[in-house]
């Protein structure tokens, strides 16, 4: 099935097939996101970007992916100066922002308020964020890393580290790696294990998941560390964040032990898990996962707007 | 034994009604759910409600029963029956006769029967939204939320009212 016209709330709502396009199609599309080669492919096409709470990098990369494919964005970035304080819904919103543009990026802070924008539009709706939920972009471009390095998903061995329970993007990428086959290693404190419905959905995809609280002993033969903040606001007790968030910092001494392709990622901002002393070296892949945001947002946006990127070989 | 009783295990414990809807076969201790959902309380005095608890059943051991006189049950009220009651039949009468009878029976889809359990789900925040939950399981039975994904297990706390 073609992604022209299609929404995107969930990894879920991507097959497999669909989902190696959009990678294949981000690969095709490096050179025009660093700013080497031009394309005009979503030239007259205008982007809604709705964003009920702060971001920083997904705002700004759907906007760079949108602007380096010809198009152009409308943008409301502080609902406090829209009408959404002025207490109209969601619904509404949405409603005005599908007669304005071609298709609308929303980050919510309620779960399921993607889903529901989906139905209210006629326009394809990408969801970049809602609550708790889902982060489909992030989890692609996440895959799209590990594919870059490693030119295969399937077997890799992934290690999620530290909040698996609230974080949005380790849901959806848990997922993902296992529709593509990857053997997962959960490492969280206790308190915040993936949620038992997560687990289930892999274990019924047949997924080899097991869980080692050891850091050191989970990331022994893995191929890609995946860490993720431990959010303050999750805790109620301070003594015990502090706990927890103190025992889930990454010791670059313990790069002495990995495989020599292993990376370390990280969906940013990061606070304290990876001291800085390991951007230094090969094993760092946050900063090109950040980048690959880019042509991720390009190749999906082209391929929804206009149902191809313009470049060869690039679908 | 005077002439005037029934034999055992014949008494006449719920009389008779003219036009409304039986269930029966309820899992013995939740007819007062199944009249939560059923709204009994907005129907008028005319309607007669009977309720049998701790009956004996050659099938469930011990089971309950509810009638509702002037009330033909809505499916979005049948489903939510059968999210707490799933082994209740239902049975329409009309003129004292059973006219329909059938178990009741889970859609794949449930609209506007559940609220969703997350508060931080958009079905929850004051937009023009009906609930809409899938059936990801039938045994033991599980639910997921339309909007947020969300799945739940338990529905008694979470019925639409």
């Not at chain 1, 992916?65 to 829209?82: F, H, K, L």
């Not at chain 1, 989890?139 to 390095?149: F, I, K, Q, V």
């Not at chain 2, 409600?49 to 051991?61: D, K, P, T």
């Not at chain 2, 003129?95 to 794949?108: G, N």
């Amino acid at each position: 099935m073609s992604l022209q016209g299609r929404d995107v709330i969930s990894i879920r709502d991507l097959s497999r097939t669909e989902i190696l396009e959009v990678l294949n199609a981000a690969r095709h599309l490096i050179p025009v996101a660093e700013g080497k080669k031009r394309l005009t492919t979503l030239e007259g096409r205008l982007l809604a970007l709705a964003f009920f709470e702060p971001s920083t990098r997904t705002r700004l990369s759907f906007e760079a992916a949108m602007q380096r494919m010809g198009g152009q964005t409308i943008t409301i970035a502080d609902p406090s100066v829209s009408s959404v304080s002025k207490g109209e819904s969601l619904s509404d919103t949405i409603r005005m922002l599908s007669c304005y543009a071609d298709a609308v990026v929303l980050r919510h802070p309620f779960e399921g308020a993607s889903r529901l924008a989906a139905q209210l539009s006629d326009k394809p709706v990408i969801n970049a964020g809602d609550g708790a939920g889902q982060h489909p972009t992030q989890t692609l471009l996440d895959l799209a890393t590990m594919l870059e390095r490693f030119d295969t998903l399937s077997g890799l061995k992934v290690v999620l580290m530290g909040d698996l329970r609230y974080g949005r993007t380790v849901h959806s990428l848990a997922h993902a790696l296992g529709v593509f086959g990857a053997e997962l290693v959960l490492s969280s404190p206790a308190s915040l294990r993936l949620p038992e419905e997560v687990r289930r959905d892999l274990d019924q995809m047949g997924s080899k998941v097991r869980e080692e609280e050891q850091l050191e002993r989970a990331i022994k033969d893995a191929d890609v560390l995946y860490v993720t903040r431990i959010q303050k606001e999750r805790f109620g007790d301070l003594a015990e964040y502090a706990r927890v968030s103190g025992s889930y910092r990454f010791d670059p001494a313990l790069l002495s032990k990995v495989k020599s392709t292993f990376i370390v990622m990280h969906p940013l901002p990061r606070v304290a898990e990876i001291p800085p002393e390991v951007d230094r070296t090969p094993h760092a892949a946050y900063f090109r996962q950040a980048f690959l945001a880019v042509p991720v947002r390009m190749a999906l946006l082209s391929l929804i707007l206009a149902g191809k990127t313009g470049v060869r070989g690039g679908g | 034994m005077p002439a005037n009783l029934p034999a055992p295990g014949k008494e006449l414990r719920i009389t008779p009604i003219r036009n409304g809807t039986v269930v029966d076969h309820i899992p013995s201790g939740l007819a007062l759910e199944v009249l939560k959902v059923l709204k009994v309380e907005s129907l008028d005095r005319d309607s007669t409600v009977s309720v049998a608890l701790h009956v004996r059943s050659q099938r469930m051991g011990w089971k309950d029963i509810v009638k509702v006189e002037n009330m033909e049950l809505s499916a979005p009220k049948s489903n939510a029956i059968a999210l707490i009651a799933p082994t209740a039949t239902i049975s329409i009468i009309r003129d004292y006769k059973v006219r329909e009878k059938h178990p009741v029976s889970l859609p794949d889809r449930l609209v506007g029967v559940l609220t969703c359990p997350n508060p931080n789900c958009i079905t929850n925040h004051g937009e023009p939204v009906e609930s809409e939950f899938e059936v990801v399981r039938r045994r033991p039975l599980a639910v997921r939320c339309a909007y947020c994904e969300r799945s739940m297990e338990e529905f008694l706390p979470h019925l639409a009212r």
